[in-house]
């Protein structure tokens, strides 16, 4: 189980807000303007991108460890995008891996697995379009 909280204060444009993990690891203020515009701060968003890229990236390691092969590492990154509505209509998960003696073919198909089986991939179902960009270096 996690835990995280958060609590906005005022209207929704001149209004606040803190969001804080509950390991204590991160705690963090939003605004309108940093989940809109260019303001300073973080956004939901902004979370579910390092929790879909943390999430990927631990299942991609299993996957790869569970077929016979000892990642280097595995870097991810996750594009969340915040259409209409709003809602978060795209995400865009771009991984480079240093994998040493698996052939592309291999990785690309652990690397889709991964993408379709991580917990996070799971609850984020409903957005519609989750692209992967997978690239295996060294």
């Given at each position: 189980?996690?835990?995280?909280?958060?609590?906005?204060?005022?209207?929704?444009?001149?209004?606040?807000?803190?969001?804080?993990?509950?390991?204590?690891?991160?705690?963090?203020?939003?605004?309108?303007?940093?989940?809109?515009?260019?303001?300073?701060?973080?956004?939901?968003?902004?979370?579910?991108?390092?929790?879909?890229?943390?999430?990927?990236?631990?299942?991609?390691?299993?996957?790869?460890?569970?077929?016979?092969?000892?990642?280097?590492?595995?870097?991810?990154t996750a594009k969340v995008h915040l259409g209409a509505g709003p809602a978060i209509?795209?995400?865009?998960?771009?991984?480079?891996?240093?994998?040493?003696?698996?052939?592309?073919?291999?990785?690309?198909?652990?690397?889709?697995?991964?993408?379709?089986?991580?917990?996070?991939?799971?609850?984020?179902?409903?957005?519609?379009?989750?692209?992967?960009?997978?690239?295996?270096?060294?």
């Amino acid at each position: 189980m996690a835990n995280a909280e958060a609590e906005w204060k005022g209207t929704l444009k001149e209004g606040a807000g803190t969001m804080k993990l509950g390991s204590g690891s991160y705690e963090g203020a939003f605004t309108w303007a940093s989940r809109f515009a260019d303001g300073k701060g973080t956004n939901p968003e902004e979370l579910i991108g390092a929790a879909h890229a943390g999430c990927f990236s631990m299942f991609l390691s299993a996957l790869l460890t569970n077929a016979g092969f000892t990642p280097t590492r595995i870097h991810t990154t996750a594009k969340v995008h915040l259409g209409a509505g709003p809602a978060i209509d795209k995400i865009e998960l771009n991984t480079e891996a240093e994998v040493p003696g698996i052939d592309d073919a291999a990785f690309q198909e652990k690397a889709a697995a991964a993408k379709a089986g991580c917990p996070v991939s799971k609850a984020l179902a409903a957005v519609g379009d989750i692209q992967l960009t997978a690239t295996l270096v060294g």
